[in-house]
C-alpha cells in the first residue's frame, strides 16, 4: 500500500482553493486537479510503500506521535510554480519539524519497498541515499517543503499561468485534523484511511 501520514487543512478555504484553481485550469491542458473530491488538499510528513498486514501499527504509532501536532498554526507563504505542479507553500515551525522527523523514524522501519519514483530526472546520490534508508527522499531533511499540490498540468508555462491566476491565497490554519491516508503514484491523497482530531 502506498501511504502518507498528512495534515489535513479546513474543509472551507481548502474547497474555495480546489474551485478556484478547477475555475483557472479550463482552458489549460492538466493531469490531474487535486479537488477534494477524487483527490485531497493535504501536507505531506512521511510517504511510506507498507504492506496491509502493517497498517494497524502504522495507525496506533501515528495517532500517538501526531498528536504533538495539536495546536501548531502554519502559514501560507506563496504560490510556487517552478516545475509542472503549482503548490502552495508553507511555514516550517521548528515543532513541525521535530514532529515529522519522529514520525519518520518510527515508521521507516514499518515499510516494505520504496514508494514511486516519477520524475525524469535521475535521483541525485542523496536522493538515493534518502530512498535506500528511508524509501522515500521527499520530506527528508532539506527536502521538506510544507505544501499543498494544486495541480499537476501538462508544461511549465500552464502551470506558472495558475499561479498568475490565483495570486495571493492567503491560508493560514491552527493544526486540527490529521491522518493516515492512502495516495497514488504521484503521492496526492485517494483516500483517508483513519482520521485523527488532534
Same mark, same amino acid.
Given at each position: ?44 510528513? +512521511? ?9 494497524? @501499527?502504522?495507525? !496506533?504509532?501515528?495517532? &500517538? #506521535? ?67 534508508? +528511508? ?9 521538506? @517543503?510544507?505544501? !499543498?499540490?494544486?495541480? &499537476? #498540468? ?45
Amino acid at each position: 500500500m502506498l501511504l502518507d501520514i498528512v495534515i489535513l487543512p479546513p474543509k472551507e478555504p481548502s474547497n474555495i482553493l480546489a474551485g478556484k484553481v478547477k475555475k483557472f485550469s479550463r482552458d489549460l491542458n492538466f493531469l490531474y486537479i487535486v479537488d477534494n473530491k477524487k483527490l485531497f488538499h493535504h501536507i505531506s510528513l +512521511f510517504h511510506l510503500n507498507a504492506s496491509k498486514k502493517n497498517l494497524p @501499527r502504522i495507525i !496506533i504509532e501515528s495517532d &500517538k #506521535l501526531l498528536k504533538e501536532l495539536r495546536g501548531i498554526k502554519i502559514l501560507s507563504k506563496k504560490i510556487i510554480a517552478d516545475g509542472t505542479s503549482p503548490t502552495l507553500e508553507f511555514s516550517r515551525p521548528t515543532k513541525l519539524v521535530q514532529v515529522k522527523d519522529e514520525v519518520i523514524k518510527t515508521l521507516a522501519p514499518l515499510r516494505q519497498d520504496v514508494m514511486p519514483y516519477i520524475s525524469k530526472k535521475s535521483p541525485s546520490p542523496l536522493r538515493q541515499r534518502y530512498r535506500r534508508q +528511508f524509501g522515500v527522499h521527499y520530506n527528508i531533511g532539506r527536502y521538506f @517543503r510544507p505544501h !499543498i499540490t494544486l495541480a &499537476k #498540468l501538462k508544461n511549465k508555462s500552464d502551470s506558472r499561468m495558475i499561479a498568475k491566476r490565483l495570486g495571493a491565497f492567503k491560508f493560514n490554519f491552527v493544526i486540527t485534523n490529521v491522518a493516515v491516508a492512502q495516495v497514488n503514484n504521484y503521492g496526492q491523497v485517494t483516500r483517508i484511511i483513519k482520521k485523527f482530531r488532534i
